[in-house]
């Protein structure tokens, strides 16, 4: 069974300082993870996304997300958090293979203080 | 290129009255989705299609609720009648056989009242 657990449902960091989301999986077969964000009353936009290439993944504004088999974890980084960075991030996580079946986690609220 | 396109963006109805949501997928994908968010159970996924054929209806919360793709460009997702509890945002979603990763868009905000 595949899940996704997003250990913080709220995060604040100053702007300029590096930003940290984490997120772990479960699933029974090799994954696909993702990132979205949405912003307030916005759709979901792919942030980045893992689909056993590169462990590493560079995504859109910055963010990047390393892939940790061993560890089961999916953590979403940033050198520098930007005011526009305020927003709520999804961990998915889906069956390698099949791309239908997304599980959410429940989500974290990203705060940037100025 | 476009986006996934949905209308309308809000709605808000009456208790009882029939409800349509549309969506237009991303022109080339032969996978649609429909979500249902409310902050009590996160993002759930209601009903996908493929090559327009409904493929996995088990998330649809129950016979008031309907979903049809007549052609590739086009989808609906209906609520009749519509109930209080049914207020969400409802959220299409396509994708690209050969690739993973769903885009979803903006979203329609449903109130019944």
């Known amino acids: 069974a595949q899940s996704v657990t997003q250990l913080d449902s709220h995060v604040s960091v100053s702007e300029g300082t590096p930003v940290l989301l984490r997120c772990n999986y479960s699933s029974s077969y090799s994954p696909s993870l993702f990132w979205y964000v949405q912003h307030p009353n916005k759709g979901l936009q792919l942030l980045l996304k893992?689909?056993?290439?590169?462990?590493l993944v560079k995504g859109i504004n910055g963010f990047e997300a390393e892939f940790k088999k061993s560890e089961t974890s999916f953590h979403l980084t940033k050198p520098s958090a930007h005011m526009s960075d305020a927003a709520e991030y999804f961990c998915v996580v889906s069956e390698s293979g099949t791309g239908n079946q997304f599980y959410f986690g429940t989500g974290t609220s990203l705060t940037v203080i100025p | 290129d476009a986006g996934v396109i949905q209308s309308p963006r809000h709605e808000v109805t009456e208790m009882g009255q029939e409800v349509t949501l549309r969506c237009k997928p991303i022109?080339?994908?032969?996978?649609l989705f429909w979500y249902r968010q409310t902050m009590m159970r996160g993002l759930e996924l209601l009903i996908y299609f493929n090559n327009n054929v409904p493929i996995d209806d088990s998330g649809m919360p129950e016979d008031r609720f309907s979903a049809k793709m007549p052609n590739a460009s086009f989808s609906t997702l209906k609520i009749q009648p519509s109930e209080p509890r049914d207020s969400a945002v409802y959220f299409c979603?396509?994708?690209?056989?050969?690739?993973?990763?769903?885009?979803f868009g903006p979203g329609t905000r449903l109130t019944v009242t």
């Open positions: 893992y689909t056993s290439a590169a462990t």
């Open positions: 022109s080339g994908h032969d996978y």
């Open positions: 979603a396509s994708r690209r056989t050969g690739r993973y990763e769903q885009y």
